[in-house]
C-alpha cells in the first residue's frame, strides 16, 4: 500500500487555529476508528487515551504554546517519508512508516501533550485508559519517540545523560515561555 502525503503544508485553518485543524482531526477520528469496540484492533483503553488527547487539545487550543505545537505537527507531517531519529540522533525519513500522516499527526500532537499538559495524563495506567508509560511503546511503532521530541527542541535531556535512548523521565520540559520565543 503506497501512501501519498501533501507536500505543501495549506493553512486552510487560519491562523491563530480555533479547533483543531483538519489534518490533525482526521487522524484522531482514524485512531478512534481504529481502536473502537466495534473493530478488529479494539482497544478501549488506547481508544479513551486518543478521546483524552482530543479534549485536552481543545480545551488549550488558544493557549500559544498549543498553537506552537499545531504548526509544528502540521510542518513535520507534510514530508514523505514522515521524520524519524536514528541510533545516531540524525533526523532522518522513516523507511519503516507506512501508516497515514494524518495519523501521524495525531500522534504526533498527543506526544508533544504529554510535555505540556502532563497533569491532564496519567503516566500510569488505569482501569480504562492506557497512561503515558504504556501508550509510549504504542508510539514508538510511529517513530515518535522520546529522541525526535528532543530533536525538534519540544524538551532537553537531563544534564549527564548521553545514551542513545532516553527514558521519558530523563527529559526537562522547557518552560512555556521558552517554547513561545
Known amino acids: 500500500m503506497k501512501v501519498h502525503c501533501d507536500t505543501t503544508i495549506k493553512m486552510l485553518d487560519m491562523y491563530p487555529f480555533e479547533e483543531i485543524p483538519q489534518l490533525i482531526f482526521q487522524g484522531y477520528e482514524e485512531h478512534l476508528c481504529t481502536f473502537s469496540s466495534t473493530s478488529t484492533f479494539g482497544n478501549e483503553n488506547i481508544y479513551n487515551h486518543f478521546q483524552l488527547a482530543v479534549h485536552v487539545l481543545q480545551v488549550h487550543i488558544h493557549e500559544p504554546a498549543t498553537q506552537l505545537m499545531i504548526i509544528l505537527c502540521l510542518v513535520l507531517s507534510t514530508p514523505y517519508p514522515l521524520p524519524f531519529v536514528n541510533w545516531h540522533k540524525q533526523l532522518e525519513g522513516n523507511p519503516k512508516h507506512r501508516g497515514s500522516c494524518a495519523q501521524w499527526?495525531?500522534?504526533?500532537?498527543?506526544?508533544?501533550?504529554?510535555?505540556?499538559?502532563?497533569?491532564?495524563?496519567?503516566?500510569?495506567?488505569?482501569?480504562?485508559?492506557?497512561?503515558?508509560?504504556?501508550?509510549?511503546?504504542?508510539?514508538?511503532?510511529?517513530?515518535?519517540?522520546?529522541?525526535?521530541?528532543?530533536?525538534?527542541?519540544?524538551?532537553?535531556?537531563?544534564?549527564?545523560?548521553?545514551?542513545?535512548?532516553?527514558?521519558?523521565?530523563?527529559?526537562?520540559?522547557?518552560?512555556?515561555?521558552?517554547?513561545?520565543?
Open 105 to 181: 499527526a495525531a500522534v504526533l500532537s498527543t506526544r508533544l501533550m504529554w510535555s505540556l499538559y502532563s497533569k491532564s495524563f496519567s503516566y500510569e495506567s488505569t482501569g480504562q485508559t492506557l497512561g503515558i508509560k504504556d501508550m509510549l511503546k504504542k508510539l514508538e511503532q510511529w517513530g515518535i519517540n522520546n529522541n525526535l521530541v528532543a530533536h525538534i527542541g519540544w524538551v532537553h535531556l537531563t544534564s549527564g545523560f548521553n545514551h542513545l535512548y532516553y527514558r521519558f523521565t530523563d527529559q526537562i520540559v522547557l518552560p512555556t515561555s521558552a517554547l513561545e520565543e
